[in-house]
Every structure is written in C-alpha cells, then in structure tokens.
C-alpha cells in the first residue's frame, strides 16, 4: 500500500472550510503538524509518496478528495483508479498531480473519470470488506456517486448510496477501521443504514466529531489528539491508537484519512 501526502503551504489560510475558527489557521503550524504526521505514518511502516506542495492551491494537502484507488475486495493489487471530480471548483486543479503520481504506480489499471455535470469528492467514499459506501452531499451529487458506484460494482463491491445533509462529507462522522468495524458519532453511524447491518460500530460522543475521522493503516488507527472517550473505546476493541496533533487541519474541516490517499 503506498501512501501519498502532501504538505500545505502558505495558502492554507484560505482553505475551504465552515469550522468556527478558519480564520484562526496558522500555516506554520499546519506544516509542522504534517510533517509530524508523517513521520508518525513513516515510524508505523508506511510506505510514503510525497507529493510536492502546490502554493497556490489552499487545500491541496487533502489529497484523498481528488483520487480512489481501489482493489478487489480481499485483493491486494489496484484494480480501479477514479479521477474525481470536486464539487468545490477551486479544488479541481488539484486532480492532475495525484492522479500521475497515483497511475505511475499504478499503469495498468482501469482508469474512470468522472466528468460534468457529476461531482465526486472521496472524503464522501467509505470503503469495508465488499462494500463501499458514496454519500450524496454538497460536494458530491447522484450523478458523480452513480459513476462510481457502477465503476466499484465492476469489480466486485456492493455499492451503497447515502444522503449526507448535515456535515461536509460522509467521512466526517465515520469511517472504516477494518472490514467488518467502523467507528463514528450516532448519527454518523445510523446514516448508513442498511449498508453497515452486521458490522461493529464504535460509537464516539458529538463532542469528539473530528475522532470520528480515523485512519487505519500499518496496523495502526491515526487519530487527532485530544479526544479521549474516542481513544479508550478504539483501546478497549484491542486497536492500535496513535495520537496525532492536528488542530490546524481540523480548523479546515479535515481528519487523518483527508491527509492521504491510498494505493494498493
């Protein structure tokens, strides 16, 4: 699994976001956050891409929102790239740069790009076992999830299809932490359905929404810092938690999984 990253620049301030304090985002410290995080994902085993900034791009450092990589279910190699395509359109230039790096090591696979009118941000992809899950929010709309969902099918996962009308993005309250376990707010959770019926659910207090955003990788679960309930009940299932300092980037409405993207 290659994990690629990209550090923020001076432009950071003005990166998309509705959190309270984005106007308090200090890029300094977001960049000694990133490169904290990193070296977190490096000393955990992770094999590391790193793109180079892009300084006028504000939120080019969430690199997940702009490509999929995606195996098989209970496959190892990729099998399917997806070009997406932001609902933001100050965030579509940031596509061209990850997708080279992601179909450089990737050469040979399907690739599928998703074009106007649909949108499609993979902060609203959550992806366990067979299935994956595409919330239809702001940024992502039924056409851009229907591409997707038909593109994933191919391939042999169950798609399910999710409204989000209360946050930005599906992964904002949940994510995977394996193929059969997610962890989130109840509300996050619950949102999903039937698509998450038999599999365990951690749930986070409201409080703690930016721990619902964790990154499971290397064995290992990425966490923001400072959200304790979270941490114990990621201990008590019998994962491995590593605390990460992101405050800036949660100014910026982003968690550790927005921070990467994966390509098997």
Known sequence: MKVLVRPPGESFRRALS??????RIEPGLALEQHGAFVAALREAGADLVQLPPEPDLPDAPFVSDTVIALARPGGTETALLVACRPG?????????SVLACARALAPHVTLVEIEEPATLEGGDVVVFGERIVIGLSARTNEAGAGRLAVAAASIGFRPFLCPVGDRLHLATALTAI????????????????EAARDVDRLVIPDQELPAANVLSVS?????AAGH?????????????VVEVELGE???????PTCLVTLVP
Do not use: N, Q, Y
């Open 18 to 23: 509705e959190h309270p304090d984005r106007h």
């Open 88 to 96: 933001a359109p100050s965030r579509r230039p940031e596509v061209p």
């Open 178 to 193: 394996g193929p059969t376990r997610l962890i989130g707010t109840e509300a996050g959770l619950a949102s999903l359905a």
């Open 219 to 223: 064995d290992r679960c990425f966490v």
């Open 228 to 240: 304790p309930h979270s941490v114990r009940a990621l201990r008590d299932a019998g994962e491995r």
């Open 249 to 255: 980037f949660t100014k910026a409405d982003g968690g």
